[in-house]
C-alpha cells in the first residue's frame, strides 16, 4: 500500500500539467497558413480570414517614470491607454476554437476555447 501512494500522486500531479498546459499555445495553423505570437492583425487575416467574433477596448496600465521627480510629490507615474483586441476564430466541431489576443495590432496570445460549433 506504501508503494502504491506515492505512484498515485505522481500521476495525480502528471495529469493536472498535462490539463494545464494543453490551453494555451504560442502556434497555431488555420486554412492560409501558420500563426504565430508575433504576428500582425494584417497577416492573420490574410492567412485566417475574418474572426467568427471580435472584441476590442483599452487597457489602462500605470507607467512610473523614476527619473522625473518632484520632491513634494515623490516619482510621477502615468496611466497609458494600450488598444487591446480579441478575435475568436471557429474552425468547426471537429478542431478546437482558437482565441487571440492583440495588443497594439500585434498577436501577444493564443488560447484554445474548446471544440468548435
Sequence with gaps: MKTVIPWLLFLLIAFFLSLCSCSRADAFSCPGGF????ASMEE????????????????????????????????????????METWLYNFGPNRFMQTLTFERRKLVNIESAGYGY
Design 35 to 38: 500563426i504565430s505570437v508575433g
Design 44 to 83: 492573420v487575416l490574410s492567412k485566417c480570414g475574418q474572426p467568427a467574433a471580435s472584441e476590442s477596448w483599452e487597457e489602462a496600465r500605470a507607467i512610473s517614470a523614476p527619473i522625473v521627480f518632484d520632491s513634494r510629490y515623490g516619482p510621477f507615474s502615468y496611466v497609458v491607454y494600450i488598444p
